[in-house]
């Protein structure tokens, strides 16, 4: 007998993908589209336990990227980007106020390898949390108690399962799940939840119990910033244009790619978040998932190098910030 399926999504919400029941789910877990596979122990040990090449590099070159340690939000006016760190940024847009996958510290096993570039109690006026999956390295218990503690106002949006978990620890926290393409709309501010290719685990059982994802930020017809969570390469990211129109902005990741065996189904390497950046269109992208936690085998400073070089050979306008450095955001007129 084949799996019973069963189709998820937040009733209250719009879609944008008419065509899309919801998310499909087999024994009450969610699944990718085109690669089912979830990496084992046997995986996990096999990558262990073989040889790195780049591992002499990787002890002999320290990365040491620019920071600018910012003391206070009070110059960051209009709309603007900001990273500190992995898949971590604070948006300002349309007056709204957005954290995407805030972790200001280390994490469990990991310690964080560069600096979070401000203390995060300057992180204040927060309309909306936003957390693709539930890896520690995006969903970390201390920082949004951080957040919360500054802003009781804030309302987390993310994919079906990852609020239940948040407001398990946080009872008063605003939260609104959703599938894969569902919309939620803030004024002029529009926010919908779309694919990614990964996989969601805390503990040992409940891998694939909470939804992971990307985001699609816009404002009216002025302005589209797309970030891709973690996520593996597929044909998700062929549909954003048909979806949207090209993104002004794309918040890719590059790092944690190596060896390409293992990390293929679930981290874009450097080569493939530019052709990913190519099949949507966007007109400037912006490279994230490096140089913060060292979870693979490539060096830190490997992906940044490597995304350059290859933007600079296929004529890709990118913008490499510095940690705590405001990226003027344009906005069509």
């Not at 999956?133 to 919360?148: G, T």
């Not at 694919?195 to 503990?203: C, E, I, N, V």
């Not at 404002?219 to 993104?247: A, M, Q, W």
């Not at 140089?291 to 070089?309: I, K, Y």
């Amino acid at each position: 007998m084949g799996e019973h399926i069963c189709f998820r999504r937040n009733e209250r919400l719009g879609s944008v993908n008419p065509y899309w029941r919801g998310n499909p789910t087999a024994r009450g877990r969610f699944f990718n589209r085109q690669h089912r596979h979830r990496p084992g122990m046997g995986s996990v040990l096999k990558w262990r336990l073989s040889p790195n090449p780049q591992r002499k590099e990787k002890r002999a070159v320290k990365w040491n990227p620019p920071v600018n340690y910012l003391q206070t939000l009070a110059h960051v006016e209009g709309d603007a980007l900001i990273w500190l760190g992995h898949n971590s940024f604070f948006l300002q847009i349309a007056g709204k106020r957005i954290m995407f996958d805030p972790v200001f510290g280390h994490i469990p096993f990991v310690r964080r390898k560069s600096e979070c570039p401000a203390n995060p109690d300057i992180f204040t006026g927060i309309d909306y949390l936003l957390i693709s999956h539930d890896h520690f390295d995006h969903l970390d218990r201390k920082s949004i108690a951080r957040l919360l503690k500054n802003n009781p106002q804030m309302t987390l949006f993310c994919g079906l399962g990852t609020g239940e978990l948040v407001q398990s620890w946080f009872p008063e926290l605003s939260v609104i799940e959703a599938a894969w393409y569902q919309q939620m709309q803030d004024e002029e501010l529009k926010m919908t939840f779309l694919p990614a290719q990964h996989w969601s685990k805390r503990s040992v059982r409940d891998g694939g119990q909470r939804l992971w994802g990307a985001f699609m930020i816009e404002v009216g017809h002025t302005f589209s910033l797309y970030y891709s969570g973690d996520t593996g390469y597929s044909n998700h990211f062929r549909e954003i244009p048909e979806l949207f129109g090209k993104p002004d902005y794309a918040l890719l990741g590059i790092g944690a790619y190596k060896p390409r065996w293992f990390m293929r189904p679930n981290h874009i390497s450097p080569y493939e978040s530019l052709t990913a950046a190519q099949e949507m269109g966007a007109k400037v992208t912006i490279p994230m998932h490096y140089g913060t936690f060292d979870l693979s085998d490539e060096p830190l400073h490997d992906p940044p190098q490597v995304f350059t070089s290859e933007a600079k050979k296929r004529n890709i306008r990118i913008e490499v910030p510095g940690l705590g450095e405001v990226i003027r955001l344009k906005r069509k007129r």
